[in-house]
T-cell receptor, first 114, second 110 residues
Framework: AQSVAQPEDQVNVAEGNPLTVKCTYSVSGNPYLFWYVQYPNRGLQFLLKYITGDNLVKGSYGFEAEFNKSQTSFHLKKPSALVSDSALYFCAVRDINAGNMLTFGGGTRLMVKP | EAQVTQNPRYLITVTGKKLTVTCSQNMNHEYMSWYRQDPGLGLRQIYYSMNVEVTDKGDVPEGYKVSRKEKRNFPLILESPSPNQTSLYFC?????????FGPGTRLTVL
């Protein structure tokens, strides 16, 4: 079975500082990995994905994520946080050898303070 | 505008009263799915559909039904809602591994 862990319920960072939101995964085969963001009273929006190729993936709004196969991690990063980045972030994984199920982590709330 | 729409956005109902949440997408996507979001649990997939007349169970299908008679619509049916189905529900459609989510339906079952 596939699973995703987001070990931090909340991450606090000051505006202008770098941010990291952690994600680790478990699959039996090869993973497709995703990050989604949810703003208040909105649906989830796609940020970025890793399918294959370069381990550093760049996405929307200046976010990037690094796929680390040995550590089974896919941490979300941004060099300089904005107050408007404050939202709920979800990591998700799909095992490409195990059908179409997309499994989400529990979510991490990012709070960026001015 | 490409989008996934859901109706209603908010619903308060009572135990046992059948309800349907509609979902429609205008992107001609073949794959659609329903999720529920609960605090600390992230999103859990209820049902998904690979194409018209093809549906399959996700992680938490108990107490739910779906149908896919047309490509654009994928309604979620609760035949006899119970309080443990109080949740935030999202419909999504997918194209090349990217999911497009609807705005959500907040359901309260009393």
């Amino acid at each position: 079975a596939q699973s995703v862990a987001q070990p931090e319920d909340q991450v606090n960072v000051a505006e202008g500082n770098p941010l990291t939101v952690k994600c680790t995964y478990s699959v039996s085969g090869n993973p497709y990995l995703f990050w989604y963001v949810q703003y208040p009273n909105r649906g989830l929006q796609f940020l970025l994905k890793y399918i294959t190729g370069d381990n550093l993936v760049k996405g929307s709004y200046g976010f990037e994520a690094e796929f680390n196969k040995s550590q089974t991690s896919f941490h979300l990063k941004k060099p300089s946080a904005l107050v408007s980045d404050s939202a709920l972030y979800f990591c998700a994984v799909r095992d490409i050898n195990a059908g179409n199920m997309l499994t989400f982590g529990g979510g991490t709330r990012l709070m960026v303070k001015p | 505008e490409a989008q996934v729409t859901q109706n209603p956005r908010y619903l308060i109902t009572v135990t046992g009263k059948k309800l349907t949440v509609t979902c429609s997408q205008n992107m001609n996507h073949e794959y659609m799915s329903w999720y529920r979001q609960d605090p600390g649990l992230g999103l859990r997939q209820i049902y998904y559909s690979m194409n018209v007349e093809v549906t399959d169970k996700g992680d938490v299908p108990e107490g739910y039904k779906v149908s896919r008679k047309e490509k654009r619509n994928f309604p979620l049916i609760l035949e006899s809602p119970s309080p443990n189905q109080t949740s935030l529900y999202f419909c999504a459609s997918r194209y090349t591994d990217t999911q497009y989510f609807g705005p959500g339906t907040r359901l309260t079952v009393l």
